[in-house]
């Protein structure tokens, strides 16, 4: 146990009480003994003005402080409101400030994406110069086509020209077949004729006998 806890306990046991409540029931003893003292005694009523201006100082002292942590209490409570104000307001700054941070991201995103398309579009080549190659390009599609059919002709004059000589060369082939044919049986009648009449002497010789 502890010594304040000892002292206040003799004090309660005194019936004098603590703090206050012991100023007060001792100037009431005090007030007591002197109202039932037949005797002035000046001293103890020095004693009880003095313990009453004690009581009115103690008094005015809790007062004091009473008002002072009621202020202080109301101060706390418009510092906490207001510090919860604040808060508030910094939770929206940060919500702000997120949308702003993301709308940035979004920003240099795009620009970057920009300036790729940029860069492809500048590395493009320019849309009249596109349409005069193309143009070009055209004319020189139609001069191959042109020229493709010129050769195409050419070469279906030629197969005409060659189916004919294959034609010719056919004919004079059955021609000369037919030829042979004819000529073969007048070569075999020369052959006869030519061997009978090497037995018959010719009319010169014989006349010369």
């Given at each position: 146990m502890s010594d304040e806890e000892v002292i206040r306990r003799r004090l309660l046991i005194d019936g004098d009480g603590t703090g206050d409540d012991r100023r007060i029931n001792v100037l009431l003893k005090s007030f007591i003994k002197w109202?039932?003292?037949?005797?002035?005694?000046n001293t103890l009523h020095e004693r009880m003005l003095s313990q009453l201006a004690q009581c009115e100082y103690a008094?005015?002292?809790?007062?004091?402080?009473?008002?002072?942590?009621?202020?202080?209490?109301?101060?706390y409570e418009v510092l906490s409101k207001q510090i919860e104000v604040e808060i508030e307001e910094a939770k929206k700054d940060i919500e702000k400030t997120k949308a702003e941070l993301q709308e940035a991201k979004q920003i240099r995103k795009n620009r970057m994406e920009?300036?790729?398309?940029?860069?492809?579009?500048n590395e493009q080549p320019d849309r009249k110069?596109?349409?005069?190659?193309?143009?070009?390009?055209?004319?020189?599609?139609?001069?191959?086509?042109?020229?493709s059919e010129q050769l195409e002709q050419k070469l279906e004059m030629r197969r005409k020209q060659f189916h004919v000589l294959i034609s010719s060369i056919h004919s004079l082939q059955a021609t000369l077949d037919e030829s042979d044919e004819e000529i073969t049986p007048l070569k075999k009648s020369d052959?006869?004729?030519?061997?009978?009449?090497?037995?018959?002497?010719?009319?010169e010789v014989a006349r010369s006998d």
């Amino acid at each position: 146990m502890s010594d304040e806890e000892v002292i206040r306990r003799r004090l309660l046991i005194d019936g004098d009480g603590t703090g206050d409540d012991r100023r007060i029931n001792v100037l009431l003893k005090s007030f007591i003994k002197w109202a039932n003292s037949p005797d002035v005694d000046n001293t103890l009523h020095e004693r009880m003005l003095s313990q009453l201006a004690q009581c009115e100082y103690a008094q005015k002292k809790s007062k004091l402080v009473s008002i002072m942590s009621q202020d202080e209490l109301n101060n706390y409570e418009v510092l906490s409101k207001q510090i919860e104000v604040e808060i508030e307001e910094a939770k929206k700054d940060i919500e702000k400030t997120k949308a702003e941070l993301q709308e940035a991201k979004q920003i240099r995103k795009n620009r970057m994406e920009y300036d790729v398309l940029a860069k492809v579009i500048n590395e493009q080549p320019d849309r009249k110069e596109t349409n005069i190659k193309l143009t070009t390009l055209e004319q020189e599609l139609g001069f191959l086509k042109e020229k493709s059919e010129q050769l195409e002709q050419k070469l279906e004059m030629r197969r005409k020209q060659f189916h004919v000589l294959i034609s010719s060369i056919h004919s004079l082939q059955a021609t000369l077949d037919e030829s042979d044919e004819e000529i073969t049986p007048l070569k075999k009648s020369d052959s006869e004729y030519i061997g009978s009449n090497r037995n018959v002497p010719h009319p010169e010789v014989a006349r010369s006998d």
